[in-house]
């Protein structure tokens, strides 16, 4: 009797099924933190492959024994097209220039915004950089741009100093004075 010749309400019943040991225990990859036979649909499969054959070599030996005996379907055709988990594209960092630029702009009759980009450059959170700006100068702050911090007052003198005394992984002469620009 095949699996789908049973009556539908047998299928669907509650309760323990016969076979079937209880509690079910069920392992997982350290890679990517899901069960053993998800692995192959996870983008890095071969740090998994390498995990299981360190940590779990039973395991392994069953993934790699059904790899073997597959029935010929194309890799293209096993993989989760779209959607989930399965597309994580690893992003690789861009190695670009460390520089910050210090800028005044224009705002207004007498009165001037400073600029500050580049600081994403270093890894700083640009959110909390301003509001650090904002209580040190005692003024306004804000991120405007993708790289991009405006602050109320010309304050551009002073954070020659602020900056690198925040950050010491900032040096003085990777910050750039680039003098009156208009915004």
């Known amino acids: 009797m095949s699996e789908n010749s049973i009556n539908p ?19 997982y990859c350290g890679n990517c933190s899901m069960p053993i036979e998800y692995c192959e649909y996870y983008p890095e499969y071969e740090k998994c492959k390498a995990w299981l054959e360190k940590n779990l070599p039973e395991q392994f030996e069953r993934v790699k024994l059904e790899e073997e005996t597959g029935d010929g379907v194309d890799d293209d055709k096993k993989r989760q097209k779209r959607g989930g988990k399965g597309l994580m594209k690893i992003k690789k960092k861009e190695e670009v ?18 600029v500050v980009t580049g600081l994403h450059t270093f890894e700083i959170d640009l959110k909390v950089a301003a509001k650090f700006f904002g209580t040190k100068f005692a003024c306004g702050s804000s991120v405007t741009g993708e790289d991009e911090i405006v602050i109320q007052g010309d304050v551009k003198d002073d954070l020659f100093d602020v900056i690198p005394d925040k950050w010491p992984e900032i040096d003085v002469d990777l910050i750039e004075d680039l003098g009156d620009q208009k915004r």
């Open 9 to 27: 309400a047998e299928r669907l019943k509650l309760g323990p099924r016969e076979g079937i040991t209880y509690p079910l225990l069920v392992k």
């Open 97 to 114: 220039t460390k520089r910050i630029t210090l800028s005044r702009a224009p705002r207004g009759k007498k009165k001037s915004v400073t």
